[in-house]
């Protein structure tokens, strides 16, 4: 049944493009595709009608339904006839308020995923953000990931635009040989729309302030000999920065100049459970990342943890859960981020899950103190040890894969619990059993 759903919202999808010509924007990557998409949303919408992927609808049924503009019929055969009475309409009628602009996330699980998206919904501007060992089974090396994500960009045209990560060496290479224009984004001189000054806002904390100083992100971009400042709220990490200059360079194809998106960019905020600062208890911070986890973003949240300078006397928690189908990868990279944990010297690590007791390990191997590791089961019991556990001032990395359920800490740990469905990932539906 879903092979034949998928093929009729593929021909609804098609003809509807083709009946409105929206722009298509196009957004791949192992790695913070989601953050990139809602800061290209916050620097377009202000300017023209978009329409943004929502929820996980990045597949063979979910793109074709932001296409339409509708909602899944999840198991229900009614709901799905309903859904294909309401994309005829759509094509055979016309509505004056269909998107000008289309922002599209496209997953890939398995080699022929973005070929199968991009034949029948083709894109105007192609962003790829990074290769990264995520969802690694079906791809023996990084380099057949690079070669899938590679795919989006190669199918546009020569008035198409392609987005590429500079500080990717694999995406940086996709632009070799492309009929598009190509704008490279990042923190390296090999950029073309370049970031440099990165800071915290707030980071000249006092034992009085302590973490509450802390309010965002600035840095200054340049491009085309132009220069504007940035400042994000409420985020910290480079991970933030990296979403926001794709945005960036996603402005400037489609015709904004750099001071209207940095103030469009003011409005930014990151998707649930993505670096983002929540207040916890005790007068604590929380850094909540815990939407997903993989050995990369792993390593750049503990830097971030790393970089915050505290007042003597606060601590420092890396809490972290297993990070998932990462295939032969999965030792090697929990042993890699354990060792990151006692590098960075960071007071104390709990870890969450049976394949996180080789991060454990890893650390206790690299010289941190036992008496400062901690190992639970479940997210559960590892958020109930933290309340007791924390102090007034202490700073909380939380992150782990989705199926680790860590956002539960977060909830534990939060001072406004009541507020957990309007800032915490996964507090609907199946995930609240």
């Keep these: 049944m879903r092979a034949v759903i998928?093929?009729?919202?593929?021909?609804?999808?098609?003809?509807?493009?083709?009946?409105y010509q929206p722009d298509v924007v196009g957004v791949t990557g192992s790695i913070g595709k989601t953050s990139a998409k809602e800061a290209i949303f916050t620097v377009l919408s202000s300017e023209f009608r978009v329409r943004k992927t929502e929820k996980n609808y990045n597949n063979e049924l979910g793109l074709p339904l932001t296409v339409l503009g509708l909602e899944t019929g999840g198991?229900?055969?009614?709901?799905?006839?309903?859904?294909?009475?309401?994309?005829?309409?759509?094509?055979?009628?016309r509505s004056v308020n269909y998107p000008e602009i289309l922002i599209l996330e496209m997953g890939a699980d398995r080699p022929g995923d973005i070929k199968y998206l991009t034949d029948f919904v083709p894109c105007t501007v192609g962003v790829v953000t990074g290769v990264a060992p995520v969802h690694i089974e079906f791809f023996q090396h990084l380099e057949h990931i690079a070669k899938e994500k590679n795919t989006l960009v190669k199918s546009l045209g020569r008035e198409g635009t392609a987005v590429l990560n500079a500080d990717d060496e694999l995406v940086r290479a996709m632009a070799e040989g492309l009929k598009a224009k190509v704008i490279t984004y990042g923190f390296s001189e090999h950029a073309s729309l370049r970031a440099y000054e990165e800071r915290v806002s707030g980071q000249d904390l006092s034992l009085k302030d302590g973490v509450e100083a802390i309010r965002g992100l600035s840095f200054k971009v340049s491009y085309g000999g132009s220069t504007v400042p940035v400042f994000l709220p409420s985020v910290v990490g480079r991970h933030s920065v990296n979403a926001a200059l794709a945005a960036i360079a996603v402005g400037v194809a489609c015709g904004i100049n750099l001071v209207r998106i940095s103030e469009n960019l003011k409005q930014y905020r990151p998707p649930k459970g993505r670096m983002n600062l929540i207040d916890g208890i005790k007068y604590t911070l929380i850094i909540d990342d815990t939407y997903n986890s993989s050995p990369i973003p792993a390593l750049a949240a503990l830097d971030v943890l790393h970089e915050i300078q505290l007042p003597t006397g606060r601590h420092k928690f890396a809490v972290l859960g297993d990070m998932l189908e990462l295939g032969g990868y999965t030792e090697k990279a929990h042993l890699e981020v354990g060792r990151k944990v006692a590098e960075l010297r960071i007071d104390y690590l709990v870890t969450v899950g049976e394949k996180s007791q080789s991060t454990a390990n890893a650390a206790r191997g690299a010289g941190m103190s036992p008496d400062r590791i901690y190992s639970f089961d479940n997210s559960r019991e590892a958020g109930k040890f933290l309340q007791d556990r924390v102090e007034q001032g202490d700073l909380i990395l939380v992150k782990g894969s989705q199926g680790m359920r860590m956002e539960r800490i977060v909830k534990e740990l939060m001072a406004e619990p009541l507020r957990a469905a309007e800032l915490l990932c996964r507090q609907e539906g199946k995930w609240l059993q």
Excluded: D, E, T, Y
């Design 6 to 19: 998928a093929k009729i919202l593929r021909f609804f999808a098609r003809n509807v493009l083709q009946k």
């Design 75 to 93: 198991r229900n055969p009614f709901s799905w006839l309903m859904v294909m009475v309401r994309a005829a309409k759509l094509w055979l009628l």
